[in-house]
């Protein structure tokens, strides 16, 4: 079966550094994409990888690993609004995309 | 940037009624458009996948009569919870993309009570 993990919860304090890892297990791979979600709200993009490597946008950061079936959100200099869900999606070979649960994010003062 | 748009954002009905979602892209032609529904503190649940011209693809477990979809342009998809009963309460998020490949632009979503 299809397969998205990803951590439940984080905590992280204003100002640091946090990594948000997601694995998956999906049949193809047509990329990855991490949106953030805010309470109440609905997702909004983030980043897309569809190659190896880091992308850059910012304070935030997409890496991804194929071979290892690996990605990681990277936030720098955390502020307060960054507080979310943060949500990992892989678009498989029949480009459906299938989404991990989200990691929430509590950025603590 | 791409951008859907979709109304109302709030909606509260009585059980038995019927409530349309309207979802629109704005700036770029959307031969497909995706319906979520997600309950409070679970994950987005992709309900249908909305053509323009033919009829909706719906995922396993979600009733096509109640859930009624309708994509009459490049530009517009509707959904329809017909009957709306409490359980149907949850938030509705429309999304599209402008390629197959490209990321889901989401609506700002529509928290739907029944009561």
């Known amino acids: 079966g299809q397969n998205i993990d990803q951590p439940t919860e984080m905590t992280a304090t204003e100002g640091a550094i946090v990594q948000i890892n997601c694995t998956y297990q999906t049949s193809g791979f047509n990329g990855l994409f991490w949106y953030q979600q805010h309470a109440g709200e609905a997702p909004t993009f983030l980043s897309y990888n569809v190659l190896d490597g880091l992308e850059e946008k910012g304070r935030f950061s997409s890496f991804l690993s194929r071979s290892k079936g690996y990605s990681y959100l990277l936030l720098k200099e955390l502020q307060m609004k960054d507080s979310a869900s943060y949500l990992c999606?892989?678009?498989?070979?029949?480009?459906?995309?299938?989404w991990g649960a989200g990691t929430k994010l509590i950025i603590k003062p | 940037g791409a951008v859907v748009s979709q109304h109302p954002s709030r909606v509260i009905c009585k059980s038995g009624t019927s409530v349309k979602i309207e979802c629109r892209s704005l700036?770029?032609?959307?031969?497909?458009m995706f319906w979520y529904r997600q309950f409070p503190k679970q994950s987005l649940m992709l309900m249908a996948t909305s053509n323009e011209g033919s009829k909706a693809t719906y995922e396993q477990g979600v009733e096509k009569d109640k859930f009624l979809i309708n994509h009459a342009s490049l530009t517009l998809s509707t959904l329809t919870v017909t009957s709306a009963h409490p359980e149907d309460s949850s938030f509705y998020i429309c999304?599209?993309?402008?390629?197959?490949?490209?990321?889901?632009?989401f609506g700002n979503g529509t928290r739907l009570t029944v009561t």
């Open positions: 999304s599209a993309n402008t390629a197959e490949n490209s990321p889901l632009h």
């Open positions: 999606a892989v678009m498989d070979s029949n480009y459906q995309l299938i």
């Open positions: 700036d770029f032609q959307a031969t497909t």
